[in-house]
């Protein structure tokens, strides 16, 4: 499996404007996202466009293209349209609000333009919509954003009518924007689009052919779990399990994924039901880490963080709902009309929900802190307290990432949840109390494997794996 930053995506050619050119801002210089923020590889430009962003576009330079529009329809209005795409980004970083009628009147522009049929139109009015859609999604427009994406979507799939060919960032961020909205079902079929395009294009996605259907197949996976069809996510797991197997199989370098992916794996079976697939799991994963040297190198750190990332996250869906006559857990805004998706990755969510998620973790942490003195004295409220260190170390696996910081605000919070849940199992001893140990010890070791510590992984592992014989004589 190829080396990548957070999701691997295949790079697209796209057409640049002749005339009107923008200039990177320092972010996407640095390496981070002009759209998101954040270092992504989903939304980054190509190289061919990067490097035509040279030149600042003025306000004389959108009346000329004005002109020559007035003047020379079929020349102008494709430049008009470009410049005025160009001039809404160089806006928005200033000031972002005031760069919605540039975004908005580009995309009018292309949406008429796009009526010819033309594919090269086709696909120009896909990226205008979908940047607009990114504009709506910063100001909180959440309605207008999966507008927008559905408007993208829809010129993507007409732009290129062979699956291998569609635009698949652009299905990927309909299918997240449906989830968000609660529209699971929906999403499902999106993503479902997306995993098919990319096993049609085989060997033209490059060296990252494996990851991309990876990521595809877990979004896939979340998706149809949130629909309720667990027995289809389970299905999409096993082919994901699968595919880990067999690169580990020929090529060593891929069994700190496999650890990962296998511990993962079985908290989200023990999760589901199916505790014997869970242990075998666990042993699978021991196995993975006994053929790893004690200690790994940073060289693959963002892959292997943003693998565990998303399957601890994912792990915690349940325990962000609220339960059936019970108020809405501690930190969730349940009443939002946007939710977040465990597990998809941070670069994906809508802006909203990030202050919200955020803003949450605040709150996890004043519940907490209630009982920085001592520990509840009953059964209940120490569960409960467990529950809301591990949702506390979820929160911020997702929000921050930086080695210093997953150290500060998830390592140290995963080792205070196994010991608050080994003093629940001492106190309380139990079927459930086992299952809550064995959690928190697999996140404690996905959590090191991600970090390069296999050796001690390997330690919480087989504390697991004891801990998990149990069961059968409790």
């Not at 732009?159 to 961020?173: C, E, I």
């Not at 809405?328 to 805004?333: E, F, H």
Request: hydrophobic content about 40%; aromatic content about 6%; proline content about 5%.
């Amino acid at each position: 499996m190829a080396a990548t930053t957070g999701e691997g995506v295949r790079g697209r050619a796209r057409s640049t404007p002749t005339v009107v050119r923008a200039p990177v801002d320092r972010a996407t210089a640095a390496g981070g996202c002009a759209v998101c923020g954040y270092r992504c590889r989903s939304h980054s430009p190509s190289d061919t466009e990067a490097s035509m962003r040279t030149e600042l576009v003025t306000e004389d330079m959108i009346a000329e293209c004005r002109e020559l529009a007035r003047l020379d329809p079929a020349v102008g209005v494709p430049e008009l349209a470009h410049g005025l795409n160009r001039f809404g980004w160089q806006v928005r970083r200033e000031r972002p609000p005031q760069s919605l009628p540039y975004f908005e009147e580009a995309a009018d522009l292309w949406r008429v333009l796009a009526a010819d049929g033309a594919a090269a139109h086709l696909a120009s009015a896909s990226r205008a919509f979908a940047s607009l859609a990114q504009l709506y999604s910063y100001v909180h427009d959440d309605e207008r954003a999966l507008a927008a994406r559905h408007q993208a979507a829809a010129y993507a799939r007409r732009a290129s009518p062979q699956p291998a060919d569609v635009d698949t960032r652009v299905l990927m961020a309909l299918a997240s924007g449906l989830a968000e909205a609660g529209q699971f079902a929906q999403a499902a079929t999106v993503q479902r689009e997306v995993v098919d395009s990319y096993r049609t294009a085989g060997p033209q996605n490059g060296p990252d052919q494996s990851t991309l259907i990876m990521w595809a197949q877990l979004y896939l996976a979340i998706y149809l779990d949130l629909a309720g069809e667990t027995d289809a996510s389970l299905d999409v797991e096993r082919a994901i399990l699968a595919q880990q197997r067999h690169e580990a199989e020929t090529d060593p370098r891929c069994l700190p994924i496999l650890a990962i992916w296998t511990a993962g794996s079985s908290v989200w079976f023990a999760e589901n039901g199916h505790p014997k697939i869970a242990h075998g799991l666990l042993r699978e994963s021991v196995a993975a880490c006994e053929q790893l040297p004690s200690a790994g190198s940073d060289a693959n750190y963002q892959f292997r963080r943003a693998v565990q990332g998303a399957l601890f996250a994912r792990s915690g869906t349940r325990d962000e709902r609220p339960r059936a006559g019970s108020s809405a857990p501690v930190g969730v805004a349940a009443h939002a009309r946007l939710q977040p998706v465990a597990g998809l990755s941070l670069h994906r969510w809508a802006f909203s929900l990030r202050e919200t998620y955020h803003a949450g973790l605040l709150d996890i942490d004043e519940a907490i802190a209630a009982h920085a003195d001592r520990l509840p004295p009953d059964t209940d409220r120490l569960a409960e307290l467990g529950t809301l260190i591990r949702r506390r170390a979820i929160r911020a696996s997702v929000l921050f990432d930086l080695p210093r910081h997953v150290h500060d605000e998830m390592t140290l919070t995963l080792a205070r949840s196994v010991e608050l849940e080994r003093e629940l199992h001492r106190t309380a001893p139990g079927p459930e109390t086992i299952r809550r140990l064995v959690r928190a010890l697999t996140d404690q070791a996905m959590g090191h494997l991600a970090t390069g510590d296999y050796a001690t992984a390997a330690d919480d592992l087989r504390e697991a794996l004891a801990v998990h014989a149990t069961a059968d004589s409790a």
